[in-house]
């Protein structure tokens, strides 16, 4: 299938392009620049727009064979001096260096609430798009021998209506889309063809003579688990959003024991049942946070005997709303943070990996030993099933 390029590549190109326009006063109609997964993007160019002081341009985003709501947006740089002639605030050059302030135009959302990958009040354009962005058009100041600082603004005509198809509203972004990307690659999302790919990787571990399945649903945390456990999760079958699908081939190939590792991103989904996590299939994280977290909190109630009037009042008040913070938290990083801070984090996830393991068993039946690791990126590891440890010292 054909893959696409992420709207962080076209912000990235349109802006390298607005740059050298601005910098030269030469039009260009393509401009190329390579992506993070050190794959080419050579981008044609479109709207474009030349004065004095600013020049924009856009390139269509393409998705590839991916269905991605964003395939045909124009993705817009606009790239101005930074001085007071242009409306723009000036700013201290560090070091010596001109700079790149980057921020987002019309159709792009900006951030209200925390928990994201930008803080409150920062357009929602990550950071691995931001350095893009930065280093191409310093590609161009370099090769033009600019001292200038540039202001590159990024704007998307179509945002603000693609936006109510995704889960900005829900996240507290609003006013447009997110400028995303990793790789600056969109590989296509088939369902069949993940699978069977899994299934490949699955056999090819178990003809090297492997009994247990290590599987993650992908490489969210790989420093995590090579600094806490020395080990590298590219050596484990990387099963996407398929948990399910995965104990069941693994079942198939008869693996005595699988290893489940992963975000409690994905994870805390598992404690609900949902054994496809991918959130168009279901997105209730906070839900199953929360639900958590109040089973935690009522069993400690019942242990501590605090009734009739002998609980510390405060402390209880102090943890209910914490609950209530965790259901208005837009990320489970946010989540955990917030139950970190009640004292509440500890006993939540102890009751998470219990109602993991529950329906990691259930799905896996008799013949399938199935352990489970779930860490965070701030927080490190949260929590592990009795017999985890165990399996990824045989696997190590």
């Given at each position: 299938m054909?893959?696409?390029?992420t709207t962080?590549s076209?912000?990235a190109?349109?802006a ?10 030469k039009?260009?109609?393509?401009i190329?620049?390579i992506?993070?997964k050190?794959i080419?993007?050579?981008?044609s160019?479109?709207?474009i727009?030349i004065?004095?002081?600013c ?5 269509i985003?393409d ?6 709501i964003t395939t045909?947006?124009?993705i817009t740089a606009?790239?101005t001096?930074?001085?007071e ?5 000036c700013?201290?050059?560090k070091n010596?260096?001109p700079q790149?302030i ?5 159709g ?12 409150v009040?920062?357009?929602a354009?990550n950071?691995?798009p931001?350095?893009m962005?930065e280093e ?6 370099k ?12 704007s998307?005509?179509?945002g603000?209506?693609?936006a ?5 509203p ?5 006013g ?6 990793t790789?600056g ?6 369902s069949?063809?993940?699978l069977?790919?899994?299934?490949v ?5 178990k003809?090297?003579?492997f009994?247990?399945?290590a599987?993650?649903?992908g490489?969210?945390?790989?420093d995590f688990m090579?600094?806490h456990?020395g ?5 484990s079958?990387k ?7 995965t104990?069941?081939?693994?079942k198939?190939l ?13 994870l805390?989904?598992?404690s609900?049942?949902i054994?496809?996590?991918?959130s168009?299939e ?6 199953l946070?929360s639900?958590?977290?109040?089973r935690?909190?009522y069993?400690?109630?019942l ?5 009739h ?5 405060m402390e209880?008040?102090?943890?209910f ?5 965790v ?6 990083e946010e989540g955990i943070?917030?139950l970190?801070e009640a004292?509440m ?7 998470v990996?219990?109602?993991i393991m529950f329906?990691?068993?259930?799905r896996?039946g008799?013949?399938l030993r199935i ?5 965070s990126?701030d927080?490190?590891l949260?929590?592990?099933?009795a ?7 045989r696997?190590?």
């Open positions: 054909r893959y696409g390029f962080g076209c912000a190109a349109a390298k392009a607005a740059c050298y326009m601005l910098l030269t006063g039009r260009k109609h393509d190329t620049i992506t993070p050190k080419e993007f050579k981008a160019i479109t709207d727009n004065s004095e002081k020049v924009s341009c856009s390139v985003k998705g590839g064979d991916d269905p991605d045909g947006a124009h606009s790239v001096y930074l001085d002639k242009s409306g723009h605030k700013y201290n050059k010596g260096f790149v980057i921020d987002g135009g019309d792009v959302g900006r951030v209200t609430k925390p928990g994201l990958d930008q803080p009040g920062n357009a354009i950071h691995v931001r350095q962005i191409e058009v310093k590609k161009v100041m090769l033009c021998d600019c001292t200038d600082d540039l202001y590159v603004e990024i998307v005509a179509e603000r209506e693609l109510k198809k995704t889960f900005n829900r996240l507290g972004i609003v447009g889309i997110s400028i995303l990307g790789s690659i969109v590989e296509p999302m088939s069949k063809a993940l069977d790919t899994i299934m990787e699955l056999k090819q571990k003809a090297l003579g009994d247990i399945a599987v993650s649903p490489n969210y945390g790989l090579k600094a456990y080990y590298d999760l590219d050596k079958v099963c996407s959003n398929f948990i399910g699908d104990i069941d081939m693994a198939q008869g693996f005595s024991s699988m290893l489940l590792t992963g975000h409690v991103g994905k805390i989904k598992v609900g049942g054994m496809n996590t991918h168009k279901a997105d209730c994280r906070m839900e946070l639900a958590a977290a109040l935690a909190l069993k400690t109630a242990n501590q005997n605090i009734h009037g002998n609980a510390d009042f209880c008040e102090k943890q709303k914490a609950v209530s913070q259901l208005e938290a837009v990320t489970t943070r917030i970190r004292g984090q500890e006993m939540t996830m102890d009751e990996i219990n109602k329906y990691l068993r259930k896996a008799d013949n352990e489970c690791i779930m860490y990126n927080f490190g949260l929590a592990q099933s017999g985890a440890r165990e399996l990824l010292e696997l190590l």
